[in-house]
């Protein structure tokens, strides 16, 4: 909402706004790094970095709302179109943390950044009409065929931990046998 409100309201343009966005995802990334020595997000077991965290959550999502409607709108390459582009741009980093050309933290930040423009581009698609170059859902309907999705493969990381590292899986699981034994013992 912010970048719209920015465009709609106070009429910057969203090049101005993405730029202007670029910038404050920078410095809340480069504030963090500094403090923390760390942008680990498997290492937010403080309240500062959960702070900065969220900090980083919120000027994503401006971002990426302000670079999705710049691609969609102003270089007039319509919704499908800019989702198809960030499908693309997500694997670069995708691809990279795979196969290791670039750091897990950096590969997990850059995908996470392009999470916001790739998903609204597709949503302003399923849910703006055909006149303006979209499928005409309308965003009643758009919420659910997304969410269901969404929370299915939320769901599914939760009980199967694929998202977490080895060590920690390895960890909680020592640290629940633990206290299986200690209740075990009557401790």
Known sequence: MAADVFHVVAGVPYTVSTVMFCAALAGVLTAWYVSEKTLSIHSIRT???????????????????????????????????????????????????????????AAFWSAYILTRPLGASFADWLGVPAGRGGVGWGTGPVTPALLVPIVALVGYLAVSCKDTPAEQRTAAGAAGRQTKTSQGAGI
């Open 47 to 105: 309240r500062r970095r959960e702070t900065f965290y969220w900090a980083t959550v919120l000027a994503t999502f401006a971002l990426g709302t302000a670079i999705g409607d710049l691609t969609a709108g102003t270089l007039n390459l319509g919704y499908l179109s800019s989702g198809i582009l960030f499908a693309v741009a997500i694997a670069a980093p995708a691809l990279s943390g795979r196969f290791a050309w670039l750091s897990p933290v």
